[in-house]
């Protein structure tokens, strides 16, 4: 009896309306606006984090360094202040370490320590997105650092 009545209104209709089209476009519309913005932050942090993980590398490096070079003695290291140059020339860092938010080579770093070894900053030019001015505290570079598995 349904097929009678339906084959008198035509043929079945097939697909979407306009009103379901557009409320779709809409959900989407919505869910776009919401998630950009979310995904920009991420994206943003993402690079501010690369940036500080390469200044704990360069912190590592120039420990590696004054232990290396200088028999672990900061004393002897020049105002307490590790170079790039330093660092490069002697094989502790590669030559071609970028800035992640950037994607610049480092043309420039320092790392200061105390005269017992322990770390004031750490400065790295180009300045990449992630860091205003490209300098680090001791506070920000050794959180990232990652800690050392405990002994079992």
Do not use: C, W
């Not at 097929?3 to 379901?20: C, D």
């Not at 094989?91 to 004031?120: I, M, R």
Request: glycine content about 8%; charged content about 15%; proline content about 3%.
């Amino acid at each position: 009896m349904m097929s009678k009545v339906m084959k008198r209104m035509g043929k079945e209709e097939k697909g979407f309306t306009l009103i379901e089209l557009l409320a779709v476009i809409v959900i989407m519309a919505i869910i776009a606006v919401i998630a950009i913005p979310m995904i920009g932050n991420v994206i943003n942090k993402s690079k501010a984090n690369g940036d500080l993980a390469t200044a704990s590398q360069v912190y590592n490096s120039a420990r590696l360094y004054v232990i290396g070079e200088k028999n672990g003695d900061f004393t002897t290291v020049a105002n307490r202040t590790v170079t790039l140059a330093n660092m490069t020339s002697t094989g502790y860092l590669n030559a071609d370490t970028s800035l992640p938010s950037s994607k610049q080579t480092l043309t420039a770093a320092t790392v200061v320590f105390t005269e017992k070894g322990e770390l004031v900053s750490v400065t790295l030019a180009p300045v990449g997105q992630g860091s205003t001015n490209g300098a680090y505290t001791a506070a920000q570079v050794l959180s990232a650092t990652p800690a050392t598995p405990a002994a079992n």
